[in-house]
T-cell receptor, first 113, second 113 residues
């Protein structure tokens, strides 16, 4: 089982709003990731959590704030976003016996007005 | 830095025929992992096939197989008996260490009936 779920599927927000994206997996995966993907482009890594600790931050602006409250849940808090932040946000996770392999969720389509 | 090159921006194939997508990569390491991901218009990034560099045998998954040429740093994907549901963007990806996937630019594959 390699199911990663993401909510919401779509999100529209204004530049002054605060919102959160949620990612869940119940497969015992201990590494979780956030990616940003623009149309017809490959995903760009934003953050990596390993055993609930932030291990990689790819110099992402502070208006994006990740959180890993437990081993099954990964959040991405959004505040004061810009229109250029509109994109597909993908979550992924890796099982402990295949840490080099990432399984992706369906993504959240974010539009910033 | 590691790079992944997909030289075919777009390809078309007739249903039931075979198509090969190209991928080359650059690394100085000996141990690494290679992947092909499929992203249909529904946008979910799906793992198609995975290859460990230390294994000489080419990976296969049903109609999908790879031609892994380590010395040439080439990792092509062959899709046999193409189906309409294979229409998608295909990304080649490379992982050396540290959970960081490096993606190619992608190849849009259209399967025609």
């Amino acid at each position: 089982d390699t199911e990663v779920t993401q909510t919401p599927k779509h999100l529209v927000m204004g530049m002054t709003n605060k919102k959160s994206l949620k990612c869940e997996q119940h497969m015992g995966h201990r590494a979780m990731y956030w990616y940003k993907q623009k149309a017809k482009k490959p995903p760009e890594l934003m953050f990596v959590y390993s055993y609930e600790k932030l291990s990689i931050n790819e110099s992402v602006p502070s208006r994006f704030s990740p959180e890993c409250p437990n081993s099954s849940l990964l959040n991405l808090h959004l505040h004061a976003l810009q229109p250029e932040d509109s994109a597909l946000y993908l979550c992924a996770s890796s099982p402990p016996d295949r840490e080099n392999t990432q399984y992706f969720g369906p993504g959240t389509r974010l539009t910033v007005l | 830095a590691q790079t992944v090159t997909q030289s075919q921006p777009e390809m078309s194939v007739q249903e039931a025929e075979t198509v090969t997508l190209s991928c080359t990569y650059d690394t100085s390491e000996n141990n690494y992992y290679l992947f092909w991901y499929k992203q249909p218009p529904s946008r979910q990034m799906i793992l198609v096939i995975r290859q460990e560099a230390y294994k000489q045998q080419n990976a296969t998954e049903n109609r999908f197989s790879v031609n892994f040429q380590k010395a040439a740093k080439s990792f092509s994907l062959k899709i046999s008996d193409s189906q309409l549901g294979d229409t998608a963007m295909y990304f080649c990806a490379f992982m050396e260490y540290g959970n960081k996937l490096v993606f190619g630019a992608g190849t849009i594959l259209r399967v025609k009936s």
